[in-house]
């Protein structure tokens, strides 16, 4: 398979006509095998407009998914991003691109051993792979620039915003109601955080994050 040929397949298809068509973040697409970072039975639709589970309760959205969070977080070359629940490393391998560092969180040794192998066979300098409960973010290494949430999330953790750097994003897709979620942007300044809304998305979940049920009589 030309993968070459996909991915420029899947940015003319998938990336440009969603209004994804910023030159940076078109690059990084175009310099991240996607194929690299999902299982060996699914590289033969890693290009395809798919979610694919790369491990228990990980997933890779779907590339417009990916490219519309992306923009919405408006990444500097100067940034410093925290990437929560990286999985398999896709999102902080493209971030890497458009950021100065890239701080990839995980839970587990072996998602974060895999992680770490990938980005050194594929020279990724910029992104690093840490071990860490996602739900408390990375407080020793805060603040950040950018806090990039790669599941949709119902409930958002303090945690996450008080790691935010001064003008610092939090780059997130909200489900705001049972079939749809909604891309957010949260932007500190000072001690406030404020929000605003970006697209309409359903991409897969934390499901850590589902809002405790309500006891009814």
Known sequence: MNYDKAREIMVDTQVRPNDVSNPEIVSAFMKTPREAF???SRKSVAYSELEI?????????TPRDTGKLVKLAGIK??????VVGAGSG???????????TVIALEEGEARVDAMSERF???????AVAVEGDIAMGLPDQAPFDVIYVCGMVETLPEAWTEQLAEGGRL?????????????????????TVSAREGFDAFPPKFSAFDRKKAFVF
């Open 38 to 40: 999902v299982p060996s």
């Open 53 to 61: 589970e790369t491990s228990e309760g990980r997933s890779l959205w």
């Open 77 to 82: 070359p100067t940034d410093i991003v925290l």
């Open 90 to 100: 896709y999102e902080a391998a493209l971030i890497s691109r458009l950021a100065e």
């Open 120 to 126: 050194t066979a594929l020279g990724i300098d910029q």
């Open 171 to 191: 780059a997130v897709v909200m489900q705001v109601e049972e079939n749809l979620g909604r891309g957010k942007l949260y932007t500190r300044a000072g001690d």
